[in-house]
């Protein structure tokens, strides 16, 4: 079965620019995530949907960042505008139904460069 | 809240050493625990994974046990290899946190020929 894609691998903007990501969730995977990781760090986690709707959004910085999953399949996360320190690899992962003994799969991320 | 805590590396060996990477977690409810891997230039991968107290995860000749009495899900392989050298990253999820992977910083293990 086909992984979980995201789309472009690297970017690189200057600061005040936008960007945004494009994630596609393995087929049939009701919940997809978009984690941050900077470098040298573990990935957080900064959106959490089931289906088309938000779970969990707790650690997103709303005030430049948004996404949406409006068909409840792929997803796109958009920073508006960027900071230096949104420099980073963007993660998105799926898993079936959420439950947490369920595998995530994670895709190859976006590596953001900021200027 | 929830928080895992692994050693810090970089970790050095050499071909056919063994390998322990430390890792104790603290959470609210019964996790599930993880071990993901991170090869140079590529994505994350599940290693292994164990869902309750006692359980033993194994892939690839990498071996964890959960342990609930010390709060700890040591990753173990008796004879490594150069070509596991790579990032290793324990996480766990919790139901009552919507299942999301709380990840701890991160090992970086190289292993010399």
């Known amino acids: 079965e086909a992984g979980v894609a995201q789309s472009p691998r690297y970017k690189i903007i200057e600061k005040r620019q936008s960007v945004a990501f494009w994630c596609n969730p393995i087929?049939?995977?009701?919940?997809l995530y978009w984690y941050q990781q900077i470098l040298g760090q573990g990935p957080k986690l900064l959106i959490q949907f089931q289906n088309n709707g938000v779970v969990d959004d707790s650690q997103l910085p709303k005030d430049r960042f948004s996404a949406e999953r409006l068909k409840g399949v792929d997803s796109t996360l958009k920073i508006q505008p960027a900071k230096l320190e949104d420099s980073a690899v963007y993660l998105c992962?799926?898993?079936?139904?959420?439950?947490?003994?369920?595998?995530?799969?994670f895709g190859p991320g976006t590596r953001l460069t900021v200027l | 809240g929830n928080s895992v805590t692994q050693m810090e590396g970089p970790v050095t060996l050499s071909e056919e050493a063994f390998l322990t990477i430390n890792c104790t977690y603290t959470?609210?409810?019964?996790?599930?625990l993880f071990w993901y891997v991170q090869y140079p230039g590529e994505g994350l991968q599940l290693l292994l994974k164990?869902?309750?107290?006692?359980d033993k995860g194994s892939n690839k000749g990498f071996e964890a046990t959960y342990r609930k009495e010390t709060t700890s899900f040591h990753l173990e392989k008796g004879s490594v290899q150069v070509s596991d050298s790579a990032v290793y990253f324990c996480?766990?999820?919790?139901?009552?946190?919507?299942?999301?992977?709380?990840f701890g910083g991160g090992t970086r293990v190289l292993v010399k020929p």
């Open positions: 996480a766990l999820k919790v139901k009552a946190a919507g299942n999301k992977l709380t």
């Open positions: 992962a799926s898993n079936k139904a959420g439950a947490n003994t369920d595998t995530q799969y």
């Open positions: 164990a869902t309750k107290a006692d």
């Open positions: 959470a609210t409810g019964y996790p599930s």
């Open positions: 087929s049939g995977h009701a919940t």
